[in-house]
């Protein structure tokens, strides 16, 4: 029982680290992209464009699959924002104006 939690607790550090290192570094200022890379993802993405819907989900879950997790935590960072929803602008507005006069 004691070896499980200590693995339990090293798991959790692990991650916290990553998310430090997440938060502190952006990969964008950090590296520098190669002029091959650069050229070779634009052929990327013209392929993408040219498939379906399903076929771009298809091929961004492999790539994540083959991700790490360090990896996925930097995706995430990047995902939550363009996640996140503004309910209160998709409301009516006199709902908003009667949410405000509540207060």
Request: charged share 20%; proline share 3%; hydrophobic share 40%.
């Amino acid at each position: 029982m004691k070896v499980i939690d200590l693995i339990t607790i090293d798991v959790s550090l692990v991650q916290v680290q990553s998310i430090a290192q997440i938060k502190i570094s952006s990969p964008s200022k950090d590296v520098k992209l190669t002029e091959l890379y650069l050229s070779q993802r634009e052929e990327c993405f013209r392929l993408f464009d040219s498939w379906t819907e399903c076929e771009q989900v298809d091929v961004v879950q492999h790539l994540l699959n083959r991700m790490c997790h360090h990896q996925h935590g930097q995706i995430n960072m990047f995902l939550k924002p363009k996640l996140q929803r503004d309910f209160i602008s998709a409301l009516p507005g006199k709902i908003v104006y009667m949410m405000v006069d509540l207060n």
